[in-house]
T-cell receptor, first 112, second 114 residues
Framework: DAKTTQPPSMDCAEGRAANLPCNHS???????VYWYRQIHSQGPQYIIH???NNETNEMASLIITEDRKSSTLILPHATLRDTAVYYC?????????????FGKGTLLTVNP | DAGVIQSPRHEVTEMGQEVTLRCKPI?????LFWYRQTMMRGLELLIY????????DSGMPEDRFSAKMPNASFSTLKIQPSEPRDSAVYFC????????????FGDGTRLSIL
């Protein structure tokens, strides 16, 4: 069963911020939100993850709502190389819940 | 830093042949995962190793598939005999065990069974 809901596709102009939404309304207290992306013919690439606080790294920012039922991945200045399928995944950090369950993700197309 | 290394990148072989895919995890990572990706089924977990021991092989499709991890720096996924429906991209991933550490993926092996 899918734990996250993402739009199937989005477009973004090069140089602009790309904001990718994800709904995870059934997330539990100890589940983290992970974002990966997959560029054609490459392996999934880890981007960022968080529990409840907003996170930022060299690739992106992750904004998680206060109720944790949704989040947004922000690519501040999208480039053509950011065109990829972006996956939002929720996963329990403890016990044996090691599986990453990939849904269909969002195909982000960055246009010149 | 070296990431997860998989070989070969591409493999084309005839039905019935044995296929061996190889993976070198990131040094210091003690969890290793094998995934398979197809258009129809997306990314699926096949097997999970922790400290070289198989913990969950419930995703392995059938007895034709086997995986080993003889040491912390090497794992193999073997298909014998191979069938056309095994054609897919096979990914290996690794992470440090426990907590919220993310899995890091290799670039995969694109397998075509004719």
């Amino acid at each position: 069963d899918a734990k996250t809901t993402q739009p199937p596709s989005m477009d973004c102009a090069e140089g602009r911020a790309a904001n990718l939404p994800c709904n995870h309304s059934t997330i539990s207290g100890n589940e983290y939100v992970y974002w990966y992306r997959q560029i054609h013919s490459q392996g999934p690439q880890y981007i960022i993850h968080g529990l409840k606080n907003n996170e930022t790294n060299e690739m992106a920012s992750l904004i998680i709502t206060e109720d944790r039922k949704s989040s947004t991945l922000i690519l501040p200045h999208a480039t053509l190389r950011d065109t990829a399928v972006y996956y939002c995944i929720v996963r329990d950090s403890g016990g044996s819940n090691y599986k990453l369950t990939f849904g269909k993700g969002t195909l982000l197309t960055v246009n010149p | 830093d070296a990431g997860v290394i998989q070989s070969p990148r591409h493999e084309v072989t005839e039905m019935g042949q044995e296929v061996t895919l190889r993976c070198k995890p990131i040094s210091g990572h003690n969890s290793l995962f094998w995934y398979r990706q197809t258009m129809m089924r997306g990314l699926e977990l096949l097997i999970y190793f922790n400290n070289n021991v198989p913990i969950d092989d419930s995703g392995m499709p059938e007895d034709r598939f086997s995986a080993k991890m003889p040491n912390a720096s090497f794992s193999t996924l073997k298909i014998q005999p191979s069938e056309p429906r095994d054609s897919a991209v096979y990914f290996c991933a690794s992470n440090p065990t426990g907590g919220n550490q993310p899995q890091h993926f290799g670039d995969g092996t694109r397998l075509s069974i004719l």
